[in-house]
């Protein structure tokens, strides 16, 4: 009886052990406060977005696609809400996980976005960018301080003027 009582005890410890720790790695996404990982993006018409070259400033990164409704709203509402601020100090960049180039590029003209701010990442979820971000199909967003750290995660547009 003492060795079964005893085996249990060891069960009951190894469970406990082999899930501390693991409440601090997010299943999708980056956690606030850490530094972002540096990438760029490279697209026909957009041209080139490289993160480096925003060190400095507020960048806002909005992970969407068109099928996603939730996330598509909130990249139309982000446009809108960071053409009211105008702020200097402040740059957008967007990224798409669209199935087709061709959607994307409809999905653009029909919600009137600046295509500047707006790339296509053609590797989907295969994309160095969609791991080192770990989006899972988590489309969100992120905003980085001057420093690129991230500052605030998944925040709704109206929120951005009381982050920066």
């Known amino acids: 009886m003492k060795k079964v009582e005893s085996i249990f005890a060891l069960f009951v410890l190894f469970l406990m052990f082999s899930f501390a720790g693991n409440d601090r790695v997010p299943k999708t996404g980056l956690l606030v406060g850490e530094k972002a990982p540096e990438f760029q993006m490279s697209d026909s018409t957009a041209g080139t977005f490289d993160l480096k070259e925003h060190k400095g400033k ?39 996980y669209d199935p087709n180039a061709v959607v994307f590029e409809e999905t653009v003209k029909l919600d009137d976005l600046d295509r500047n701010t707006q790339f296509y990442d053609k590797d989907g979820d295969a994309s160095s960018v969609y791991k080192a971000f770990r989006l899972k199909k988590g489309f969100g967003n992120y905003l980085l301080d001057q420093n690129g750290v991230i500052i605030a995660k998944n925040f709704s547009p109206e929120k951005l003027t009381e982050l920066i």
């Open 58 to 96: 507020y960048v806002v990164l909005n992970f969407w696609a068109s099928y996603d409704a939730p996330s598509r709203i909130s990249n139309v509402r982000f446009r809108q809400e960071i053409e009211k601020l105008n702020h200097q100090n402040l740059s957008f960049v967007s990224v798409s």
